[in-house]
Every structure is written in structure tokens, then in C-alpha cells.
């Protein structure tokens, strides 16, 4: 009998880009700055049912376990104000000429929040051994959105923000998808109506 197929073995390295994309692709923007994604897996589990006659173990019913999507944390140490509008709703204000941002507002108090959807790519880079950039890995989460987020500020330090971003694939849908890719997608400068 022949042994076991060696594993494919990638050296990956840095969160090289974040793009955001709401589901209908009206609006997509990319991250380049010092960024992190924290992914955490959500996970129901269903109990086991165990026989216990006499304190001893006559049979069990394992537990099972359901993915029902990921809580993404991405941190970044520039403010972005395009992301809270993705990820909490509201409305960015532009000068009509140059439209430089003026200004943010977040969805009103009281009023029933409805999450923008999108979907999170992150992208990583595969090295080789000197230094070289082979590919991208692409890792695509469906079904995202945001919660509301808290801008804190403190002397003498950066503001480091944090967005908090739940990912809830569809029916059939899987809960991430990774693929590769030679180049980072182009990030270009936004363009607005006249």
C-alpha cells in the first residue's frame, strides 16, 4: 500500500487588501490600509442525550454541531468613513464640487435599523522562499452586515477603529469560499455623479 499524499503546504502572510461589495454591487470599495480580520466561526450545538442508569453509561446520542456563519472583526488604524455607512447604515455628505466628505450621519435613534448586506474578500499573499509573491488567496464571506460602531478617541494615540460584521450565508450557501488569484483587484478613485 502506498503511504499518504503530501499536503499542499502555503506560506500566507499578511491581510494585503479588504474589499467590500453590497449584494446588489451598486457600491464596492477596498481597504489597503494596516488592517486585521479576526474570523470567528458560529457555531449551534445541539446537546447530547446520554442513558445514565446508575451512574454508569449504557448509550449516547452525540451532540451536533451547525455552522451558521462567521462574526468578522476587522480592525483598522485609519478611519474610514465609507465603511460605517456600509456597516452601520446612515449617510455620508459631499461638497457638491469637489465631493470631499463633509460630514457623516448615522441612522436616526428610534428608528428600525436595516443593515446594508455585502459581501467581505479578503485577500491574503502566498510567499515562496525568497520573499516572492506567488498568488492571492481570496476569501470570499457572504451574507455580511454591520453593527453599530463606537469611535473612540484617546491623547497622543491613533484612533484604532473596530467594525464588528456578521457573516449569514443563504440557504445552500456556503459560509466562505477561498480561491486564488495572480493580481490584488485595481482600486480606483471613486467618481460621482454631476
Keep these: 500500500m502506498a503511504g499518504p ?6 506560506a500566507v502572510i499578511d491581510c494585503c487588501m479588504i474589499v467590500l461589495t453590497t449584494e446588489d454591487e451598486s457600491k464596492s470599495f477596498g481597504i489597503t490600509s494596516s488592517v486585521k480580520l479576526g474570523v470567528e466561526p458560529q457555531i449551534e450545538t445541539t446537546d447530547p442525550v446520554k442513558l445514565i442508569i446508575k451512574g454508569v453509561l449504557k448509550a449516547q446520542k452525540k451532540g451536533k454541531n451547525t455552522i451558521t456563519g462567521h462574526q468578522l472583526t476587522l480592525t483598522d488604524n485609519l478611519t474610514i468613513l465609507e465603511i460605517l455607512e456600509f456597516v452601520q447604515g446612515g449617510t455620508l455628505t459631499r461638497d457638491p464640487e469637489t465631493h470631499k466628505i463633509t460630514g457623516y450621519k448615522p441612522p436616526v435613534v428610534g428608528e428600525e435599523y436595516t443593515p446594508t448586506k455585502f459581501k467581505l474578500e479578503a485577500y491574503a499573499a502566498q510567499m515562496d522562499e525568497g520573499g516572492n509573491v506567488i498568488q492571492y488567496e481570496k476569501t470570499t ?3 455580511c ?9 484617546e491623547d497622543d494615540v491613533f484612533r484604532v477603529n473596530e467594525y464588528t460584521i ?5 440557504n445552500g450557501e456556503a459560509p466562505y469560499e ?8 485595481v482600486l480606483t478613485e471613486q467618481s460621482f455623479g454631476a
Excluded at 452586515?145 to 478617541?153: A, K, N, R, Y
Excluded at 477561498?178 to 483587484?185: A, K, M, R
Design 145 to 153: 452586515t454591520g453593527q453599530p460602531v463606537g469611535l473612540s478617541s
Design 141 to 143: 464571506y457572504p451574507g
Design 166 to 170: 456578521d457573516s449569514a450565508p443563504g
Design 178 to 185: 477561498i480561491s486564488y488569484v495572480d493580481e490584488l483587484p
Design 5 to 10: 499524499n503530501k499536503g499542499t503546504e502555503m
